[in-house]
């Protein structure tokens, strides 16, 4: 009989304890800014293009993300997003703490994505565009390359020049090209601006691995010989 009672009043004791806590498991498994970066497989990236935007830090609920401050021109490559709430804000580091700007996309679980920040504060232009950085492979022996063009003086559209063959053609200002197969192998890239033969930038030392996807940008202005002068970099997606 003993045994009996002690088995009953444990049992009840668990049911109760467990009532008491689901509220609390409910409630965590459905916030997804308490799941683990890793867990939720979402990979980001800034690039804070912008010469005058000084250095500035990624925001989410309310919450600062980055360790380091993005920096003009300097690639910090992918992290994890700790949570897909939004609004994601990017905000001055400076004392001030102002918001720059707000972007609002759904990211899915197991994609990369960008975000390009451009433009000048100080005449209003500022801007930002943001891109999917995943996609389907491309086939044996081939990598996969792609443009944008971020560069607020390439009002006229960019071409871009792939071992001397015309790869990319008039991609506009803040738009991305699609990607394009490649033979693996290295390539001379050049840029132009469109309907030109001048070379506003020559990579002569590029390589294209096989199964890789990667995103060539133009950020920067041709009316300028300083740090903000026109560039191009490459950023290696896969």
């Given at each position: 009989?003993?045994?009996?009672?002690?088995?009953?009043?444990?049992?009840?004791?668990?049911?109760?304890?467990?009532?008491?806590?689901?509220?609390?498991?409910?409630?965590?498994?459905?916030?997804?800014?308490?799941?683990?970066?890793?867990?939720?497989?979402?990979?980001?990236?800034?690039?804070?293009?912008?010469?005058?935007?000084?250095?500035?830090?990624?925001?989410?609920?309310?919450?600062?993300?980055?360790?380091?401050?993005?920096?003009?021109?300097?690639?910090?490559?992918?992290?994890?997003?700790?949570?897909?709430?939004?609004?994601?804000?990017?905000?001055?580091?400076?004392?001030?703490?102002?918001?720059?700007?707000?972007?609002?996309?759904?990211?899915?679980?197991?994609?990369?994505?960008?975000?390009?920040?451009?433009?000048?504060?100080?005449?209003?232009?500022?801007?930002?565009?943001?891109?999917?950085?995943?996609?389907?492979a491309p086939p044996l022996g081939r990598g996969?390359?792609r443009f944008v063009d971020v560069s607020p003086?390439?009002?006229?559209g960019l071409d871009v020049y792939a071992n001397?063959?015309?790869?990319?053609?008039?991609?506009?200002?803040?738009?991305?090209?699609?990607?394009?197969?490649?033979?693996?192998?290295?390539?001379?890239?050049?840029?132009?601006?469109?309907?030109?033969?001048?070379?506003?930038?020559?990579?002569?030392?590029?390589?294209?691995?096989?199964?890789?996807?990667?995103?060539?940008?133009?950020?920067?202005?041709?009316?300028?010989?300083?740090?903000?002068?026109?560039?191009?970099?490459?950023?290696?997606?896969?």
């Open positions: 009989m003993y045994p009996s009672n002690n088995s009953g009043m444990i049992n009840r004791l668990l049911i109760v304890i467990s009532v008491a806590l689901l509220p609390g498991l409910i409630s965590s498994c459905g916030k997804s800014g308490n799941a683990s970066p890793a867990g939720l497989n979402i990979e980001y990236h800034v690039l804070n293009l912008s010469p005058d935007a000084q250095p500035v830090y990624l925001y989410i609920d309310n919450a600062r993300v980055n360790a380091s401050p993005f920096t003009f021109g300097v690639d910090q490559g992918y992290f994890y997003v700790p949570s897909t709430d939004v609004p994601y804000q990017i905000r001055t580091a400076l004392n001030t703490g102002t918001t720059l700007l707000t972007r609002s996309e759904v990211l899915k679980s197991g994609l990369k994505y960008t975000l390009y920040i451009t433009g000048t504060f100080t005449d209003g232009s500022d801007t930002s565009i943001f891109t999917v950085d995943t996609a389907k996969k390359l003086s390439a009002l006229g001397g063959t015309r790869a990319f053609q008039n991609v506009p200002y803040l738009s991305t090209s699609k990607y394009l197969d490649l033979p693996d192998g290295n390539y001379d890239i050049q840029i132009n601006a469109t309907g030109t033969t001048s070379v506003l930038k020559d990579m002569p030392q590029v390589t294209i691995q096989d199964g890789r996807l990667y995103t060539l940008y133009a950020y920067g202005y041709t009316s300028r010989a300083d740090s903000a002068a026109f560039n191009a970099a490459i950023i290696t997606n896969k």
